[in-house]
């Protein structure tokens, strides 16, 4: 449901629904229990409310904040993995620059069919959630088997050989550890934490009495825009490939890599 929603919509239009639809669902809760029991107007069961909302406000922005945080650490790790793994991509194409015009050139087409292969195959599957490693299996294999035609026949080749395997070696453990994030979100039980959560807080706002109705109105739609604006973030956040504020394909099309896009 996320990823669609997240690949459906923009994320202005996501803030709109979630946030304003919170905002709505929290002054009609409130007019409806002011017109169902008027006697709330007068602030008698406050001091309850207000130690009950407290109490449960504490837990549950202990909660959410242990989520936002963690969805945080989780986008940038991701980010992080994507740019090393191009990056080791592009330094086996600088470390080949040294070999034989044939080796060379089979190395790069290798790379340029791997990165081909990540940003118009696997990317898209990564962004519906449904990462794939088949889909560039056949390109790490070919890198591979590029580097591994290669006879070094002297000590610089020998040292340039050897840095362009292992950045190989390295970028392969980055593209496992990019597909594994892909497939990851928000486990079922923080999810029914975080949205479950906002569910019991809202309507304990519908209790919690003032005489003014417009300063009601107003206190129940602030818990409510605030409620909806976390849970907007924890949304964007949970699936690092989906949506506008997700990661970049960008670095597989940078320095050295860039020669294979023009």
């Known amino acids: 449901m996320s990823l669609w929603l997240l690949n459906t919509f923009s994320t202005f239009a ?6 304003g639809g919170l905002v709505l669902l929290a002054v009609a809760g409130s007019l409806a229990a002011r017109r169902r029991y008027p006697h709330l107007a007068k602030g008698e069961h406050n001091e309850m409310v207000g130690v009950t909302l407290g ?10 904040a242990f989520v936002v945080v963690t969805l945080w650490t989780q986008m940038e790790n991701t980010q992080n993995v994507v740019a090393d793994e191009a990056t080791d991509l592009a330094l086996v194409v600088r470390s080949a620059e040294v070999f034989p015009p044939a080796d060379r050139a089979r190395v790069e087409r290798a ?13 898209p599957r990564m962004r519906a959630g449904r ?3 088949a889909a560039t299996s056949d390109q790490t294999h070919a890198m591979y088997t590029a580097l591994q035609a290669y006879e070094p026949a002297t000590a610089r080749a020998q040292t340039f050989y050897d840095e362009a ?5 390295d970028a392969a453990g980055q593209r496992r ?7 990851q979100s928000l486990p079922v039980l923080l999810q029914v934490l975080v949205y479950g959560g906002a569910l019991v807080i809202l309507p304990l ?3 919690f009495g003032l005489r003014s109705l ?3 109105l107003l206190f129940v739609s602030a818990v409510a825009a605030l409620i909806g604006f976390s849970l907007l973030l924890v949304l964007v956040l949970d699936r690092p490939f989906a949506g506008e504020l997700s990661v970049s394909s960008t670095p597989y099309k940078e320095a050295a890599l860039a020669q294979f896009w023009r």
């Open 14 to 19: 996501l803030g709109v629904l979630l946030v």
């Open 55 to 64: 109490m449960f406000g504490a837990i549950y922005g202990i909660i959410l």
């Open 111 to 123: 790379v340029s069919d791997y990165v081909h292969a990540v940003v118009e195959v696997q990317w």
């Open 131 to 133: 990462p794939s490693y």
């Open 165 to 169: 395997a292992a950045r190989l070696n």
């Open 177 to 183: 550890a990019r597909i594994t994030m892909a497939e």
């Open 205 to 207: 706002t519908f209790l």
């Open 214 to 216: 417009r300063m009601q």
